[in-house]
């Protein structure tokens, strides 16, 4: 009874995953290229670091372990934008893809432009095993924990409960992250305005992919019409 119930829902998923194939494919070898990048960024950062600075807002927090919420709600934020679309908008789930590439690019070129040492009191969060080799101590700017929450705010904006999960989630752990002392207080506030020049610029590259794609099918059609 529940497999007859989902057999044409699970039909119409197969037919979309098939007929985008080739931009999740690209999409995912994107993502590998961003996050080889970003672990060579991220192993510049770890030695590139130099000097603790003062912070008005950290200088007067005290230190909290928040490490639970730290890792988790990260590594939830990071499953719902990959696997949402890919479960049940598998249409969008190269732009998902896309749109995380270009941030995780984007962010490690800014990373390794910033060498700021992690302030000397940070409470150090060690992720699960098959994330350790994404983890790096210097890595400051900008707060990927505020901003890629931020980033699914803008791209889930037709699904109201992730959007606003997703915002509740930015808000949350940009207040973690500096009560642990893991970031300044300007790599939280300036991820909000990076982040949204990233989606902008997703959209933009989107559009012109679109446009090419568009420009492309129809010079097909001409040519298989004077064919027949």
């Not at 709600?73 to 995380?100: E, N, Q, R, T, W």
């Not at 060498?115 to 095993?129: C, E, G, S």
Request: net charge positive; aromatic share 18%; hydrophobic share 50%.
């Amino acid at each position: 009874m529940l497999k007859e119930k989902f057999k044409p829902h699970f039909k119409e998923w197969e037919e979309d995953i098939k007929k985008n194939r080739n931009w999740i494919i690209l999409a995912v070898l994107f993502l590998i290229f961003a996050g080889t990048l970003n672990n060579y960024f991220g192993s510049y950062t770890n030695q590139a670091g130099s000097v603790v600075v003062p912070d008005l807002i950290l200088d007067h927090i005290t230190t909290f372990d928040l490490s639970p919420i730290y890792i988790w709600l990260f590594v939830i934020v990071i499953a719902v934008i990959i696997f949402y679309p890919l479960f049940f908008k598998p249409s969008k789930i190269s732009y998902s893809l896309g749109m995380l590439s270009l941030f995780i690019l984007i962010r490690a070129i800014f990373t390794s432009l910033t060498h700021l040492k992690t302030p000397d009191d940070v409470i150090v969060a060690n992720f699960p095993t098959p994330f350790q080799n994404f983890q790096f101590q210097n890595d400051l700017f900008f707060s990927g924990h505020t901003g890629l929450p931020f980033l699914g705010f803008l791209i889930f904006k037709d699904n109201k409960k992730i959007k606003y999960f997703m915002l509740a989630c930015s808000i949350i752990l940009g207040a973690t992250v500096l009560i642990m002392h893991a970031h300044y207080s300007i790599d939280v506030f300036a991820a909000f305005f990076i982040t949204y020049g990233i989606y902008v610029l997703g959209n933009k590259v989107q559009k012109f992919i679109n446009n090419l794609e568009v420009k492309y099918s129809s010079k097909r059609l001409v040519v298989q019409s004077k064919r027949d």
